[in-house]
């Protein structure tokens, strides 16, 4: 059974930073491309960092210079550190996995809230 189970998220000021945590259970994420999504209330959910099985991240351009994704293979876990938060960066913000095509696969944490004070 696969799981993702995230953590990390909380209440903090503008200008704050909070570091998302997403352990992995039940696949190799290794092999699979990881990303944090995020979906705030009225809005569709959107891709907001993803990194490669080869470790190469992609940003979505309004978290560019503030986000960055990281994974630990060793501890089947992928980080999100977040910085100089804003509030228009308030989500849910959610974990996935996607395997290769030779081990597919789409899979989703529950999803962890993020609000941003202004």
């Known amino acids: 059974q696969v799981q993702l189970v995230e953590s990390g998220g909380g209440l903090v000021q503008a200008g704050g930073s909070l570091r998302l945590s997403c352990v992995a259970s039940g696949i190799t994420l290794r092999i699979n491309v990881m990303g944090w999504y995020r979906q705030a209330p009225g809005k569709q959910r959107e891709l907001v960092a993803a990194?490669?099985?080869?470790?190469?991240?992609n940003y979505v351009d309004s978290v560019k210079g503030r986000f960055t994704i990281s994974r630990d293979n060793a501890k089947n876990t992928v980080y999100l550190q977040m910085n100089s938060l804003k509030p228009e960066d308030t989500a849910v913000y959610l974990c996935n996995a996607k395997g290769p095509y030779w081990r597919p696969g789409d899979y989703w944490g529950q999803g962890t809230q993020v609000t941003v004070s202004s």
């Open positions: 990194i490669s099985s080869g470790g190469s991240p």
